[in-house]
C-alpha cells in the first residue's frame, strides 16, 4: 500500500520570497508523483507530475518539485510565489504498474502575504 | 474541448429529496471517477468506471448511486442523503491508453443536505 505525507498543513508566506512544500510518501513498490493545486471553491488542477526520467520537473508558472527516490520525497519549490499562488496543495502517489487508486496527502495550504 | 464539466455547481436538498449530479467529458476518457472532499480535506475516492463498467466502489452507502450511460457522461444519483454528506463532489476522467495518465478534474458540485 501506498501513503503520503504533507509536513506542513499550512505555510505562511511573503510575496516574491522564496517557498518549499515538503511531500514524502511510503510505498513498497515504484510509484508515479503528482502535485494538484486547488484555488477556493474550484476543482483540483494538475500542477506537474514525475513519471520517470528526469527527476527534476517543472510547471508552466514557475514550480518544480524533485523527485528523490533515497529519501523518498517529491518536494514542491518555488524561488518567488506571488499573491495569486495562495491555494491548497496535494501531492499525490500512483502505483507505477497502474491502477485507478490515486492516494493524496492531507493537503498543504500555502497562504502567500502581501 | 479539454475539459471536464459538472452541473450543477450548487446543489441544496432535503433529506428526503432526489436529486442527480452531471460530469460531461469530450477528451475521449474513458475511465471516470467521483470524488468526495470535505473541507480542508483531501478527495476521498467513491467510485471508478472503466470503459463504462462499474470498476471501484469505495463500500459507498447505498444512498449514492452512479451511473455511465456511455463514454463521456457520468451521473451520480442521490438519495434519502444525510447532513453529513454536505460536501463538494468531484469528478475526474483520465485517459486510459499510451502508457499512465493523469485524471483530470472538474470544478466540483457544492452539495448542501439541510
Known amino acids: 500500500a501506498q501513503s503520503v505525507t504533507q509536513l506542513d498543513s499550512q505555510v505562511p508566506v511573503f510575496e516574491e520570497a522564496p517557498v518549499e512544500l515538503r511531500c514524502n510518501y511510503s510505498?513498497?513498490?515504484?510509484?508515479?508523483l503528482f502535485w494538484y493545486v486547488q484555488y477556493p471553491n474550484q476543482g483540483l488542477q494538475l500542477l506537474l507530475k514525475y513519471l520517470s526520467g528526469s527527476t527534476l520537473v517543472e510547471s508552466i508558472n514557475g514550480f518544480e518539485a524533485e523527485f528523490n527516490k533515497s529519501q523518498t520525497s517529491f518536494h514542491l519549490r518555488k524561488p518567488s510565489v506571488h499573491i495569486s499562488d495562495t491555494a491548497e496543495y496535494f501531492c499525490?502517489?500512483?502505483?507505477?504498474?497502474?491502477?485507478?487508486?490515486?492516494?493524496f496527502g492531507a493537503g498543504t495550504r500555502l497562504f502567500v502575504k502581501a | 474541448d479539454t475539459e471536464v464539466t459538472q452541473t450543477p455547481k450548487h446543489l441544496v436538498m432535503g433529506m428526503t429529496n432526489k436529486k442527480s449530479l452531471k460530469c460531461e467529458q469530450h477528451m475521449g476518457h474513458r475511465a471516470m471517477y467521483w470524488y468526495k472532499q470535505k473541507a480542508k480535506k483531501p478527495p476521498e475516492l467513491m467510485f471508478v468506471?472503466?470503459?463504462?463498467?462499474?470498476?471501484i466502489n469505495e463500500s459507498v452507502p447505498s444512498r449514492f448511486s452512479p451511473e455511465c450511460p456511455n463514454s463521456s457522461l457520468l451521473n451520480l444519483h442521490l438519495h434519502a442523503l444525510q447532513p453529513e454528506d454536505s460536501a463538494l463532489y468531484l469528478c475526474a476522467s483520465q485517459f486510459l491508453a499510451g502508457g499512465f495518465n493523469e485524471q483530470f478534474f472538474g470544478p466540483g458540485t457544492r452539495l448542501t443536505v439541510l
Open positions: 510505498s513498497s513498490v515504484s510509484v508515479y
Open positions: 468506471y472503466s470503459y463504462e463498467k462499474l470498476s
Open positions: 499525490a502517489v500512483n502505483r507505477n504498474t497502474g491502477g485507478f487508486k490515486t492516494i
